[in-house]
């Protein structure tokens, strides 16, 4: 088993609070993303990598999107 260093307890925390509050640009891609609807390719949302959450990924291909959506700020 993995030791849960203090920086990835708080990413998995933050991923989670992420996936439940996603833009609407967020939930149309993901609808599109999910459930091997793209070339049989699984992606994950809002995943901890480190110190960092990817929007998007998908491990095997090694594809990581981040729409940027307005939320950034100016």
């Given amino acids: 088993?993995?030791?849960?260093?203090?920086?990835?307890?708080v990413a998995k925390q933050r991923s989670r609070?992420?996936?439940?509050s996603m833009t609407?640009?967020?939930r149309r891609l993901w609808q599109?993303?999910?459930g091997l609807q793209i070339?049989?390719?699984k992606f994950r949302r809002?995943?901890?990598l480190g110190r960092y959450i990817l929007d998007f990924?998908?491990?095997?291909?090694?594809?990581v999107i981040g729409p940027t959506c307005g939320?950034?700020?100016a």
């Fill in 32 to 34: 599109r993303l999910r």
């Fill in 1 to 9: 088993m993995t030791k849960m260093t203090p920086i990835t307890i």
């Fill in 24 to 26: 609407e640009t967020e």
């Fill in 46 to 48: 809002q995943h901890p």
């Fill in 17 to 20: 609070q992420l996936r439940r």
């Fill in 57 to 63: 990924v998908c491990l095997d291909a090694g594809l």
């Fill in 39 to 41: 070339g049989g390719y």
């Fill in 71 to 73: 939320s950034l700020g």
